[in-house]
Nanobody, 114 residues
């Protein structure tokens, strides 16, 4: 079993920055992917960014150029650096850890507001 825990959410003004962290623990594989989804009120989760086992990255169009995903392989820890935040980035952000199964965290709330 794998546990995934996110942290780093909070309130930030438009144009500000936040860095979300994601830590996976338990039966960790050395070959895994990580990623972030976000969920707006009343909507399904949508992919924000992902970093695959081969370190290839993908970003949603809405965050391309503003967000950066990274990870520390040996520590099963991932990060989402969010710059130039907009009010429309307000959402609950969920991290996942993926090997042959996918494990999700409980989410961390990001609020962008003046």
């Amino acid at each position: 079993q794998v546990e995934v825990v996110e942290s780093g959410g909070g309130l930030v003004q438009p144009g500000g920055t936040l860095r979300l962290s994601c830590k996976a623990s338990g039966l960790i594989s050395p070959y895994y992917g990580m990623g972030w989804y976000r969920q707006f009120p009343g909507n399904q989760r949508a992919m924000v960014a992902e970093i695959k086992a081969d370190c290839a990255t993908n970003y949603a169009d809405a965050v391309q150029g503003r967000f950066t995903i990274s990870r520390l392989n040996a520590y099963a820890t991932g990060y989402l650096q969010m710059n130039a935040l907009k009010e429309e980035d307000t959402a609950v952000y969920y991290c996942y850890y993926k090997e042959y199964r996918t494990f999700w965290g409980q989410g961390t709330k990001v609020t962008v507001s003046s």
